[in-house]
């Protein structure tokens, strides 16, 4: 029956692909009639209904083998011609922002739009100055929000065409993949599901780096989520962008030489407190076996695609005694084998991909996705790195998710140009990685600008047009917060090795001397803080009918939890120097200052239902069957933001807190009884003259990961009103 399903959502798929494809003779009457009814049309039709009868899409052909678009016609009727569904739904996004001054993101949106579409003056014609446009980062499905469902995963889909991207990497599923491929190959069902982690933990499971926490999954569950899946890769194609899938390259289950005599199996040793899934020598028969099976397998539940995602020896595997190359030649050969000519994507990250893999296989058939592109100034010649290898130009602009604001756009606007146009250059795409996304609107925007910008783009220039179309009119108060915001927090450069700005201390473990709430992150922030908050009364002074839309009220929420967390920065030193002068009423004073800032960001993240932690683990709970199921689905979720794992991952390796972020239910639950903690046990100090008392924070997270009170699964409160107390609390 499920198998019957997708045959026939494969069907429909085709059948609206083929609507889409309009003739020039044909396109005032049927044939334009057709394509009204097409893919973009539909999408159209979700995203802005009340128009949606005034925009005609017309498939063209590509030009020199690159994706294209143009946006003509008259007032009321728009024709947007592109060489894809998702292509053209890129140009009328386009043609939105430039001349309607409206704007769609994943991150607030702003429609108001006359009853009439506005002509575009002249024709807008773009064509894409490279192939591919590819979007997430492998740990995209645990970060950004493992147990969303498919009206989120529809809109996600829309919004990623809308901004021009082409392929998408989804791992939702592969845990049916993996479960399917060693059922035929040794093991029980009931092993195989305690093996495969909590779906918030998988990307690491299919990293290679750790394998079974969180679990075990329920073959409903597996059910489940293969056939939201199956969704999303079927509307990929429909809007003719590629799905990226998970290619095998030799992960096994627990003893699988014992349940396959005379395999050779190497250990991985561990991750990060975590012991890593064993790798099979893809040089054996064994592997050939399981790779086509795996491939079967997969290709069965999700059909085929053109790009898959393999990361060999990722972030410290061990080859062990057999040879990289050799391995890699062989994880290619499988490949090849049941998808002749698809492409392998890996990720350019660390010693990731090892120089032995660039020079075993067909480096014609690689892409990389650089995640280093704006990190390190070291950084310099990728040709050589890789040999001549194509790669797109990569940012990740925040570790675990972190709601910290910014982003190196220097780096985007002279690096990308400078290196895409240098003699016998391999950059041949984009690569949109944050590890959580949702964030960061205008850092979406401008980087998904770059393949369609001729020339160097004019950063400049580039701000001051956004809070146009951002809030639908020119306003000098908002256009002052944007130049603000565009000189600091969107102004850092990779100078000082860091592509994601400082964390908020509010997140932090409890510590005086504490620099950064997740282990790896900066450790003080990369702008002038003074300067970022005077964004913040720029901001509200923009006119009052500019606020009603959610992008403003993003905006507005997003300045105004930095500008608090910033101030978390200044804060935490006052209050350390005042326990080391042993100043009780200073310590005091400042310690309630501190808390009474956890509590006015607790109530400006509670205006937004993307800030709820509530909402987070009401979807994890969603997915579960039984009362069991949903407890453990919800410890899945929220131990990911904040022990992240047992706790010799969290303490021991350095995670507990990796995926921080300030979020309504984290600042005021655990976030504030963590300082509160600490704060009493100081103070008691002072008092007593005495060592303040041990705190194991491990077993207090854990306890409140476990037990926590139910929190808000619906926005409460007023943004604009929150923002303007924390104006007046900070002086501002």
């Given at each position: 029956m499920r198998l019957s399903r997708r045959t026939l959502l494969s069907s429909l798929a085709g059948s609206a692909l083929a609507l889409g494809v309009g003739t020039e003779a044909g396109y005032a009457n049927e044939a334009g009639a057709a394509a009204a009814r097409g893919p973009a049309a539909r999408a159209l039709a979700r995203l802005l209904p009340a128009q949606r009868d005034q925009v005609t899409?017309?498939?063209?052909?590509?030009?020199?083998?690159?994706?294209?678009?143009?946006?003509?016609?008259?007032?009321?009727?728009?024709?947007?011609?592109?060489?894809?569904?998702?292509?053209?739904?890129?140009?009328?996004?386009?043609?939105?922002?430039?001349?309607?001054?409206?704007?769609?993101?994943?991150?607030?949106?702003?429609?108001?739009?006359?009853?009439?579409?506005?002509?575009?003056?002249?024709?807008?014609?773009?064509?894409?100055?490279?192939?591919?446009?590819?979007?997430?980062?492998?740990?995209?499905?645990?970060?950004?929000?493992?147990?969303?469902?498919?009206?989120?995963?529809?809109?996600?889909?829309?919004v990623l065409a809308l901004h021009g991207y082409n392929e998408v990497l989804v791992y939702l599923g592969a845990d049916s993949v993996y479960h399917r491929t060693f059922l035929q190959h040794g093991y029980a069902d009931e092993e195989l599901r305690a093996w495969i982690p909590g779906p918030s933990h998988q990307p690491w499971w299919l990293l290679q780096n750790m394998a079974g926490f969180g679990g075990p999954v329920s073959r409903q569950l597996l059910d489940d989520r293969a056939e939201l899946a199956t969704r999303i890769i079927n509307r990929l194609r429909e809007l003719g962008m590629t799905p990226v899938l998970p290619g095998y390259f030799g992960t096994v289950p627990p003893a699988f030489a014992t349940r396959n005599p005379g395999a050779h199996v190497v250990p991985q040793g561990g991750w990060a407190g975590f012991t890593r899934p064993d790798w099979l020598d893809p040089r054996s028969d064994h592997f050939t076996r399981?790779?086509?099976?795996?491939?079967?397998?997969?290709?069965d539940l999700f059909g085929a695609t053109s790009m898959y995602k393999m990361d060999l020896l990722h972030e410290g595997g061990n080859p062990g005694d057999v040879p990289i190359g050799a391995a890699a030649k062989a994880v290619e050969a499988a490949l090849r084998t049941a998808h002749p000519g698809a492409i392998w994507n890996i990720l350019g990250w660390q010693t990731n991909p090892h120089r032995e893999i660039i020079e075993a296989v067909d480096k014609a058939k690689l892409f990389i996705v650089d995640g280093l592109s704006d990190r390190f100034p070291t950084v310099t010649d990728r040709e050589e790195s890789w040999e001549?290898?194509?790669?797109?130009?990569g940012s990740i602009w925040n570790f675990g998710g972190h709601t910290a604001m910014g982003a190196n756009t220097p780096d985007w606007a002279s690096l990308y140009q400078s290196w895409r146009t240098k003699p016998n250059s391999a950059l041949d795409g984009i690569a949109l990685m944050p590890e959580g996304a949702d964030n960061n609107p205008a850092a979406f925007a401008l980087f998904s600008d770059l393949p369609w910008t001729d020339g160097p783009?004019?950063?400049?220039?580039?701000?001051e047009e956004w809070p146009r179309y951002r809030y639908g009119a020119d306003d000098e108060h908002a256009a002052d917060a944007w130049d603000t915001l565009r000189r600091t927090v969107y102004g850092t450069t990779r100078a000082d090795s860091w592509s994601e700005g400082a964390d908020g201390l509010f997140g932090a473990r409890p510590d005086l001397k504490a620099t950064s709430a997740a282990s790896w992150s900066p450790p003080q922030l990369r702008y002038e803080g003074a300067e970022f908050a005077k964004a913040l009364p720029a901001l509200l002074a923009a006119a009052p009918d500019l606020r009603t839309s959610s992008a403003y009220r993003y905006d507005l929420l997003d300045v105004t939890r930095q500008t608090l967390s910033n101030h978390s920065r200044v804060l935490l030193p006052r209050i350390r120097a005042a326990y080391e002068a042993k100043d009780k009423a200073a310590f005091s004073q400042l310690t309630g200052e501190w808390l009474c800032c956890l509590d006015l960001l607790e109530r400006a993240v509670a205006t937004d239902r993307g800030h709820l932690l509530g909402r987070w683990i009401a979807d994890a709970r969603a997915w579960g069957a039984t009362a069991e199921e949903k407890d453990r689905l919800a410890y899945d979720a929220v131990s990911l933001l904040t022990v992240w794992g047992p706790r010799a991952g969290a303490d021991g390796g350095g995670l507990r807190d990796y995926a921080n972020r300030e979020w309504s239910g984290l600042v005021g639950g655990l976030y504030t009884l963590r300082w509160r903690t600490c704060f009493d046990a100081l103070s008691a100090s002072l008092t007593t003259g005495r060592p303040p008392a041990p705190i194991d924070w491990y077993a207090l997270e854990d306890t409140w990961v476990r037990t926590h009170p139910a929190y808000a699964v619906e926005p409460r409160g007023d943004v604009v009103g929150v923002a303007a107390e924390v104006r007046v609390a900070l002086g501002l």
């Open positions: 899409f017309r498939t063209v052909a590509r030009a020199a083998a690159r994706d294209r678009f143009r946006v003509s016609g008259g007032a009321g009727r728009i024709l947007v011609e592109g060489s894809t569904p998702a292509v053209q739904l890129a140009g009328f996004h386009w043609y939105l922002r430039h001349v309607a001054h409206a704007h769609i993101s994943w991150a607030g949106e702003q429609t108001r739009l006359p009853s009439r579409l506005p002509a575009p003056p002249e024709p807008i014609e773009k064509t894409a100055n490279v192939t591919h446009r590819f979007v997430f980062n492998d740990t995209n499905d645990g970060y950004t929000g493992t147990y969303h469902d498919w009206p989120y995963w529809e809109r996600e889909l829309d399981i790779a086509e099976t795996f491939y079967r397998e997969q290709a001549g290898a194509p790669y797109a130009f783009l004019d950063l400049e220039s580039w701000f």
